[in-house]
């Protein structure tokens, strides 16, 4: 079935570092691929999302391209905040009702 | 604009006990409705999904039910919690037609001692 596997947290920065958060998957067909963030105590928020390959979604200074050669969705940014702690998720859809498919989640702790 | 309601926040039962989780949705019609189980140290897992009003679909088989008795209306329920339900559960909507932007809630904190 498809899946979602993200590199495995916490990942700790000082700030103004540069972030990488590995995310790869597994599906069929041509599914949408997003990143979402978790802050401490709420619930979920869009970041970004591709919908097709070689999309690159961007949104805040974070940026991911949909690579379908390497099925991978690499969130990066280039100077990282201590507000941009947080916990970050892969995720897909294939529509199917909209449903999302969520990677384990990595932990960002951004250090001043 | 959209909005939407969970509750409650936290919730401490003993294992056996009932379970009545209420999420709500303000500012849009028939919205897609999910319900997502956060246990620690671990992603989100699929628990439920509905369509419609009465339409529920079940991702994975366990303890726990959901019912949609109104438009915007979405319950998570159990009628004997077990130690393995404690987690973070998330309500999100929808657009119909469109995939993959969901919007959350705030989420309800469940520990089943």
């Known amino acids: 079935g498809d899946s979602v596997t993200q590199m495995e947290g916490p990942v700790t920065l000082s700030e103004e570092a540069f972030l990488t958060i590995n995310c790869t998957y597994t599906a069929t067909g041509y599914p949408s691929l997003f990143w979402y963030v978790q802050y401490p105590g709420e619930g979920l928020q869009l970041l970004l999302k591709a919908t097709k390959a070689d999309d690159k979604g961007s949104n805040k200074g974070f940026e991911a391209t949909y690579r379908k050669e390497t099925t991978s969705f690499h969130l990066e940014k280039g100077s990282v905040q201590v507000s941009d702690s947080a916990v970050y998720f892969c995720?897909?859809?294939?529509?199917?009702?909209?449903?999302?498919?969520f990677g384990q989640g990595t932990e960002l702790s951004v250090k001043p | 604009s959209q909005t939407i309601h969970q509750w409650p926040a936290t919730l401490v039962q003993p294992v056996g006990s009932p379970l009545s989780l209420e999420c709500t949705v303000e500012?849009?019609?028939?919205?897609?409705l999910y319900w997502y189980r956060q246990a620690a140290g671990r992603g989100l897992q699929l628990l439920f999904y509905?369509?419609?009003?009465?339409?529920i679909s079940s991702e994975v088989p366990q303890n726990l039910s959901a019912s949609r008795p109104q438009d915007r209306q979405f319950i998570l329920s159990s009628k004997k919690l077990l130690l393995s339900d404690s987690g973070f559960y998330l309500c999100?909507?929808?657009?119909?037609?469109?995939?993959?932007?969901?919007?959350f809630g705030e989420g309800s904190r469940l520990t089943v001692l």
């Open positions: 509905s369509v419609g009003i009465g339409q």
């Open positions: 500012g849009t019609s028939n919205p897609n």
């Open positions: 999100a909507w929808s657009v119909g037609a469109r995939t993959g932007e969901l919007f």
């Open positions: 995720a897909l859809t294939r529509g199917q009702g909209g449903k999302l498919i």
